[in-house]
């Protein structure tokens, strides 16, 4: 049962929360974590907890009636995507008229579905986006204190020559190379070595058997497995699942009280119920943190929120888009969910792209090579409060995507004509070559400085702090979840020192 109070509150289990959580434990404080998803650990009737891609059923989606993968089409045809019953899954698509957001949900959020790379940006780019952060301190310490924690290994490069799963990262490799730009091999959170005996028939198969984006059963390094086993282990730290936050009131003392609502997996409501805490720390991620705090500044409860909630919100430039490969260039029918190689032409001054050679886990021969590229656009979003459904709308256009496309579109005509090959149209639905309508990066929203101060305390209150992604501005020039958890790191270790201890 849930108690009536606890010293600190912890919402959410996704990076900036679990780091948070794990070093509150460690100093000795009592701390409750409250998540709305489920604990993902007993098998369903087939044995494994997730299911796979090209098998999914209700444990893939959050609340769908259908599945809603990011590879809507193939040959136009919806092969991807199956009627599946509502049910608390572990992959959520929430959809905002032109942009919809993918995030995880469960302990260990985004780690449950994610494709595992843990990349730290480029110095020089941190320092542009967070110029008020000292990056010295950033790539000295916290950063190594994330990758260790995070479990980040790196793959074997004589291995990754001559393997079968890899062998559609080598064709996008050689493609790129040849029209003169340069690859770099992407750290990760999936156990290579476990991959290596995946492939070698010795260890039952996660990576290579179409699993990712709806969890997987095997080799992956998920918080529930790092950080949040970790915080466990310190005693101090508890979890309830299925637990979602709904309000913030603020008392006379400055204790901080939370409307939590409990829920079945069926999305029955069991009860609503309060919890009162001194140190409250909002780690719901960019869309959840920044919709408890616009609601509670729209709705009154906590009128001295700045206008800097809701604003400053991005996709990390995101687009997706395929090229067609020639016949004799085959990707393979086994392909590793977890990429290890991206297209690194950051350092173009006018259109930076870092695109991720992203698998086509299809368990069959596509002549399709797959790409994530992560883009420097400079539009941001932001939320409003819609107040007859009681929640956050983003306010993203189309056109705000353009230059997204505009970036993919200047590396990938090179690639494409340096090969002699050109793009797929019938990948996303309709004929379009890029796919820019959703992000698996949201960030922003409560952006560090802006809406908090430079350690993510909450601007107007005290003992209030944000601790994920909704404290970067949009972008990271990568993909974000070791930035997110470095600048937990850094945070957590300050506000112990200046406000819990204290
Ligand atoms: P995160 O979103 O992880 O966690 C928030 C948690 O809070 C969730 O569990 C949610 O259920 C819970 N919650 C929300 N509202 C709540 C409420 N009101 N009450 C209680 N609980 C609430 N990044 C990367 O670096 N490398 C990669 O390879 C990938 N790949 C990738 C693939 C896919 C398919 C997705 C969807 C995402 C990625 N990402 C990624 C992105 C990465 O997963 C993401 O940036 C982080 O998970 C964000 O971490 P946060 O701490 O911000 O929150």
């Known amino acids: 049962p849930l108690p009536e109070y606890s010293p600190a509150v912890v919402i959410g289990t996704g990076y900036g929360a679990a780091a948070t959580a794990l070093r509150l434990g460690e100093a000795g404080i009592s701390t409750l974590m409250l998540e709305m998803g489920q604990l993902w650990q007993d098998p369903g009737p087939d044995g494994n907890v997730f299911c796979s891609m090209l098998k999914p059923d209700r444990r893939a989606m959050w609340f769908k009636q259908r599945t809603e993968a990011p590879l809507a089409s193939f040959l136009w045809l919806d092969l991807a995507n199956h009627d599946i019953d509502p049910y608390a899954g572990v992959l959520d698509r929430v959809n ?7 995030l995880g949900r469960g302990v260990g959020g985004g780690s449950l579905v994610n494709g595992a790379m843990a990349v730290t940006p480029k110095r020089s780019y941190f320092e542009e986006i967070l110029p008020r952060v000292d990056a010295d301190e950033m790539y000295r310490r916290y950063f190594p204190r994330a990758n260790a924690a995070l479990g980040m290994n790196e793959v074997d490069r004589n291995w990754f020559e001559t393997c079968r799963s890899y062998q559609y990262a080598r064709v996008s490799r050689k493609s790129a190379e040849k029209a ?17 005996r995946e492939e070698a028939g010795t260890a039952e198969r996660s990576a290579l058997a179409s699993e990712v984006i709806y969890g997987n059963n095997h080799g992956k390094r998920s918080l529930d497995r790092t950080y949040l086993a970790a915080a466990l282990g310190t005693g101090r730290v508890t979890i309830q699942t299925l637990h979602e936050v709904r309000e913030i009131i603020q008392q006379p003392d400055g204790s901080y009280t939370l409307v939590v609502r409990e829920t079945d997996p069926y999305g029955a409501v069991l ?12 780690g719901a991620g960019s869309l959840g943190s920044t919709e408890l705090l616009l609601r509670a500044r729209e709705t009154g409860r906590l009128p001295r929120l700045p206008e800097a909630v809701g604003q400053g919100w991005g996709t990390n430039g995101n687009v997706m888009l395929g090229r067609a490969n020639h016949a004799w260039d085959t990707t393979g029918s086994l392909q590793s969910g977890m990429p290890a190689l991206g297209i690194d032409n950051w350092h173009d001054p006018v259109h930076p792209v870092f695109a991720e050679i992203a698998p086509v886990p299809a368990g069959l021969e596509t002549w399709v090579s797959l790409y994530l590229a992560i883009t420097k656009n400079r539009e941001r979003g932001h939320f409003t409060y819609d107040p007859a459904s009681d929640s956050a709308k983003l306010q993203w256009s189309a056109a705000q995507g353009q230059p997204s496309v505009d970036a993919a579109k200047a590396l990938f005509d090179k690639i494409n004509s340096a090969n002699r090959t050109i793009y797929r149209h019938d990948l996303f639905g309709d004929t379009r070559p890029f796919e820019n309508r959703f992000t698996y990066h949201p960030l922003g929203g409560l952006v560090l400085g802006e809406a908090t101060d430079d350690y993510g305390r909450v601007k107007g209150y005290r003992n209030l702090y944000v601790t994920d992604g909704s404290l970067i501005p949009g972008s990271t020039g990568v993909n974000p979840f070791v930035t997110i958890t470095a600048l937990a790191e850094r945070n957590i270790e300050r506000v112990l020192a200046e406000d819990v201890r204290a």
């Open 96 to 102: 905002f008229g032109d942009m919809s957001v993918y």
């Open 180 to 196: 003169g730009f340069r690859t770099a091999f992407v750290p990760s959170v999936y156990d290579f070595e476990y991959l290596k």
């Open 271 to 282: 009860a609503t119920r309060h919890v009162t805490t001194r140190h409250l720390f909002l």
